[in-house]
């Protein structure tokens, strides 16, 4: 037996070790940026540019898993790279149309809430902002080798001289009078495109040293894959912006939403380091599936425990004190918020390692259909909360987005056993006809 916990440690640590540190990137930004002058309004700027910016990344984010899942050898990666090409193409055309026509000032204004003497400075950041996607993608794609090849603590590696380099740079900005909304977009491309070359060195080395496969891959393989899992992340993306509508109709809306959002940060914090879970089940399924099974339950606790700790020790209201700069009558309705955000913590690791599953399967459009009971749940429930429980303010939106996590869950777990079953019955009937 080949596969031991050590190795799947030394695999698993470094990923998610890389999920966590990449947080980190927007400390720097927002740090910097509060040291400009009028720093309500740059950082405003940039909040509004990053949110849009986030919305046209996620096809460029996806070559990853594509990546990992797909890529074989030289062969395969040319024919993926083909159709990034032709994605990159389409989403720096839909950036600058947002960036340069009316269409972007209305988008700014009616999505985001944004001045009309905000929108120059937030147009010119989300041009420079885009161009960042360009990256992404490659990165993502070279990262997936990477992945696949089991050598992730190069990720680690891209992680950390990332946001060296953004260190620096975000020094010079301030030391030299420099600090714009601009200036934190340059920030983030420049350390973007750090990640970007380190990940393309050693994918490409790792790639130069992999002998041709049999297998071809072509776009009937890549699209039905990947178009899917585009869709699976814009509607996880919708979850957070959807809660914050309902919770508007809460007794108080601004500790509702302050209370919730604050909350929302810190579990997901806590969930970075198990963005990678689905990479177990890919990586390392077919090889044992007992190991695989046993490492996941007990990394799986970890970030639980971790919630559990400090929404019920004083260790929480320090935290949100000392750490988040949260005043007494905030962190107080934050950490009864996070009590109600533990039964997700719980679930979204396995969410996420039976999502690995239906992407080793090569079915993703059926974690589309998860992702939408999720949010149909989500919606409903919160409906329900806010109409006949308006007072429990922020912790409506916990209650929904556990109780919609869980409903996820039970619909991956479905999928799965259906498939598995299929499978079953399909080899059964080959067997009699051989």
Known sequence: MNLTYKKLAYFFIPLGISSSLTAVT????????????????????????????????????????????????????????????????????????????????????????????????????????????????????????????LETKWLTIGVIIRLGIMFLAAYWFVATGRVTSMAGAAIFLIGMFVECVISVWKGHKILKNTELDAYTLTNKDIMPFYLPLVLYFLFQTLVQPLIYVFLSQSNNIEMSIASFALAFSISQLMLSFFMYTHQIVLQFYQEDRSRVFKFTIFMSLIPALLLIFMSYTPLGTWFMETVMGAERNLAEPTIIVLQFFILKVIIFPWVDFFNGFIMLERRTRRMVAAQLVNLFIVCVSLGLLVTFYPQWNGVNGAIAASVGELAGLVAVLIIVYKSRNHNHDSSQQEQVQG
């Open 26 to 149: 927007h400390v720097i930004i927002n740090g910097t940026l509060s040291r400009g002058d009028n720093a309500a309004f740059i950082i405003a700027c940039y909040a509004v540019a990053f949110s849009m910016f986030g919305v046209v990344e996620k096809p460029m984010i996806v070559f990853r898993q594509t990546s990992s899942a797909l890529v074989r050898d030289m062969k395969s990666f040319k024919s993926l790279a083909f159709v990034f090409v032709y994605v990159s193409i389409t989403m720096i055309s839909i950036s600058m149309i947002i960036s340069f026509t009316p269409i972007g000032n209305w988008l700014f204004i009616h999505l985001f809430n944004a001045d009309q003497n905000m929108l120059r400075t937030i147009s010119l950041t989300f041009a420079v902002i885009s161009t960042v996607i360009i990256f992404s993608g490659i990165r993502g794609i070279y990262q997936g080798i990477i992945i696949n090849h």
